[in-house]
């Protein structure tokens, strides 16, 4: 099926450094999502990704639109306490039916 | 504020008994998902309402599930004959319009005991 593999699973950084993360798949998707959840809250959308080749920045946050359609990177520069949590990316399996990746959990220390 | 919210917070009920769960999303927005996010686990599909029906109802794991969404607006979704491994947050979420774009509620955590 169309399963999103994120990794790492978990991270565990200083505060100041930079973050990569990623998402795999074995089949083509058009869109990726992003999505950050903290404890008991729904994940909230980060960055949206439509076209392949795709570079996007939301303020620390930079995330890539893979060439092969396969794949996108979640980049967090100069990460803060408040980025913890878990961060997750998504692709529509058709229509509107959004697959999500188990998540990447991350953890700042101040 | 006016995002999504979702009632009740908690709900814990015995195997067996049936449950319903609550979904009022954002003012103007016609579309409306439910997903169910397991411990570890991405959330995960379940029903797509567009408007008063359902456009997509693919994710419903079997027939004791049903979602209905009477006005276009508030959404309920009942689970029949719950069982223990029911137990997850039921999240629910909606857009303006279909789109991938979606603002997600705080969810509903049950647990089936």
């Known amino acids: 099926g169309q399963q999103l593999n994120q990794s790492p699973q978990s991270m565990f950084i200083q505060e100041g450094e930079d973050v990569s993360m990623n998402c795999t798949s074995s089949?083509?998707?058009?869109?990726w999502l992003w999505y950050k959840q903290e404890p008991g809250e729904g994940p909230v959308l980060l960055i949206a990704?439509?076209?392949?080749?795709e570079l996007t920045s939301n303020g620390r946050l930079t995330a890539q639109f893979g060439i092969t359609r396969k794949d996108s990177f979640l980049n967090i520069s100069a990460s803060i306490p408040s980025d913890v949590g878990i961060y997750f990316c998504?692709?529509?399996?058709?229509?509107?039916?959004?697959?999500f990746g188990a998540g990447t959990r991350l953890t700042v220390k101040p | 504020g006016a995002g999504v919210s979702q009632t009740p917070s908690n709900k814990v009920t015995e195997k067996g008994k049936y449950v319903e769960l609550r979904c009022d999303p954002i003012?103007?927005?016609?579309?409306l998902y439910w997903y169910r996010q397991s411990l570890g686990q991405g959330p995960e599909f379940l029903i797509y309402?567009?408007?008063?029906?359902?456009?997509?109802d693919s994710g419903l794991p079997n027939d004791r599930f049903f979602a209905v969404r009477p006005e276009g607006s508030v959404s309920t979704l009942k689970i029949q004959r719950t069982e223990r491994g029911d137990s997850a947050v039921y999240l629910c979420?909606?857009?303006?319009?279909?789109?991938?774009?979606?603002?997600f509620g705080p969810g509903t955590r049950l647990t089936v005991t």
């Open positions: 003012s103007g927005h016609t579309a």
């Open positions: 309402f567009q408007g008063t029906g359902a456009a997509d």
């Open positions: 998504a692709g529509p399996r058709r229509g509107n039916d959004m697959r």
């Open positions: 979420a909606s857009s303006f319009g279909p789109s991938y774009e979606q603002y």
């Open positions: 990704l439509y076209k392949a080749g």
């Open positions: 089949s083509i998707f058009n869109t």
